[in-house]
């Protein structure tokens, strides 16, 4: 596993995801509560990018189908996915985002 700095915590909106990559690994950013939270951008069940869903709380929500998935483990909260999504390491160093992939 490597560290991959991929964002500013500034460039990362408090009330939707960002898209970002690392590693080769589409991947979604999120800010809640002043914590960020790194998960796979796309959604196992119609492979739709999760960085396009809307963000509430701790659940992202497919912008396709409306499954919901939690930020913080990447368990399904909903139907129609069935299989949970990745999530990766977050560390904040002088403001820059870095998440941990491999």
Wanted: with cysteine; net charge negative; aromatic share 10%.
């Amino acid at each position: 596993m490597t560290w991959h700095r991929i964002a500013l915590f500034t460039d990362i909106p408090d009330d939707a995801p960002l898209e970002a990559e690392a590693g080769g690994e589409p991947l979604a950013l999120y800010k809640v509560e002043g914590a960020v939270y790194c998960t796979g951008n796309i959604c196992t069940h119609s492979e739709a990018f999760l960085s396009d869903g809307y963000l509430e709380g701790f659940e992202i929500e497919c912008p396709l189908h409306g499954a919901r998935f939690d930020i913080r483990d990447g368990r399904v909260l909903c139907q129609p996915a069935s299989k949970d999504i990745p999530t990766y390491p977050v560390r904040i160093d002088d403001g820059a985002v870095y998440v941990e992939v491999g």
